[in-house]
């Protein structure tokens, strides 16, 4: 398995690689990465089986490499980019070349994997996607590293989780700062917003607020929490911070868009009208009973239909199908060149400048530079 950590800058950052999977992590240097030759040379000197993208552009980078090596591609669209650029109000120009991007990253693609009913419309619909070769795989959540808590009945904590470097996030973490707290702390004074918030918008609240940056040990903050908010009205894919919530047994209030992917979790309580947020919350927080319940309701249907056990299976059968259909995409050569964009992740500011120089192989516990 190969992997190319953005953050990896010193032998000690390759350190919190180690582990037991057995499986080998490549973190490979920035002028290695786009080398197309180079990457060719790994991909094959590793004996390959299955190049597995996550973003369209990087479909299209790095497909004469499967090309070349009769190599299936297989492409996992976390979200759909043409939605987020309208989300966004990119220009015109911006989300034409995000579909056509899209669009020939699927054709190249042997499989196309997304996570919910509406993103699997947009690429069939919108994008022009082959419908047959769409797999809708949801999001995982590993319940051996997420404790369960049920809802913290000490102090009244409403807490929503987000890395603030994407968009629909912020939007609605000031949402929730200017509309939904000031009505909930004139009635309750003792109330308190914990969010994983960066500086940017701390000037913006009070000490009616936690806000903690990154955090390493998210479980600290869910087992302090009461209910979970997901007021999000921009995006596609799936909230991962839904399964966090539920793996925690924390009562949820979202918005059907929030709830995108989590049809089989019906004791989400849905919400569109976000001016509605602050009765919802205000009713429940004298209801301990029901919280407790609709938090275990929570936790019980994601670890039926969420657990990474679960989905493993289902990615592992997709692959082996991959494999053992033995017919490598043949439309490459058709496909009319166009000039490659950034991936859309580099303007989220996520990621901090690539210092690395280094070919990390991290197996066995055991790191190795090449």
């Known amino acids: 398995m190969l992997t190319f950590n953005r953050n990896i800058e010193t032998d000690k950052d390759v350190n919190q690689l180690l582990n037991d999977s057995g499986l ?23 004996k390959i089986t299955i190049l597995q993208f996550e973003d369209s552009v990087s479909v299209l980078r790095y497909y004469p490499i499967a090309e070349k090596l009769k190599i299936p591609v297989i492409l996992e ?21 995000s579909r056509a991007v899209s669009n020939i990253a699927c054709q190249l693609s042997d499989i196309v994997i997304t996570m919910t009913i509406l993103d699997y419309s947009e690429l069939a619909d919108k994008i022009g996607v082959d419908y047959k070769k769409i797999y809708r795989i949801p999001n995982p959540i590993d319940f051996s590293e997420f404790k369960f808590y049920g809802p913290n009945f000490k102090k009244h904590n409403i807490i929503f989780v987000g ?20 009505t909930l702390i004139r009635k309750d004074k003792n109330i308190t917003f914990i969010g994983m918030v960066g500086d940017e918008l ?52 979202t918005t059907k868009l929030g709830a995108s992917g989590y049809e089989k979790i019906p ?10 947020f602050p009765d919802i919350i205000g009713k429940f927080l004298g209801q301990q009973k029901q919280l407790k319940k609709i938090g275990l309701q929570n936790y019980k249907f994601a670890k039926q239909y969420f657990d990474i056990d679960v989905i493993s299976k289902k990615l592992v059968n997709i692959y082996q199908k991959i494999v053992n259909l033995n ?17 859309l992740w ?25």
């Open 24 to 46: 080998e992590l490549h973190i490979i240097p920035e002028n290695t990465f786009y080398n197309i030759a180079e990457m060719e040379k790994i991909v094959a000197k590793n």
């Open 77 to 97: 669209m976390h979200d759909v980019e043409p939605t987020l650029q309208r989300y966004f109000k990119k220009s015109l120009e911006k989300i034409f070349e």
């Open 163 to 182: 890395n603030m470097y994407y968009e629909p996030n912020k939007q609605a973490v000031k949402y929730i700062i200017n509309k939904i707290a000031p």
């Open 202 to 253: 701390k000037n913006l609240t009070n000490t009616n607020f936690i806000f903690t940056g990154p955090v390493n040990d998210l479980n600290k903050f869910l087992s302090q929490a009461t209910i979970a908010l997901c007021p999000i009205t921009q995006g596609s894919g799936m909230k991962v911070k839904i399964l966090n919530y539920c793996a925690a047994g924390l009562p949820i209030i």
């Open 267 to 276: 004791s989400l309580i849905i919400e569109d009208d976000l001016n509605a």
């Open 327 to 343: 017919q490598i995409n043949k439309n490459f050569l058709r496909i009319k060149k166009i000039k490659i964009p950034l991936p």
């Open 346 to 370: 580099l303007g989220e500011g996520r990621v901090k400048k690539i210092k690395n120089k280094n070919h990390y192989v991290v197996k066995n516990k055991k790191i190795k530079i090449i």
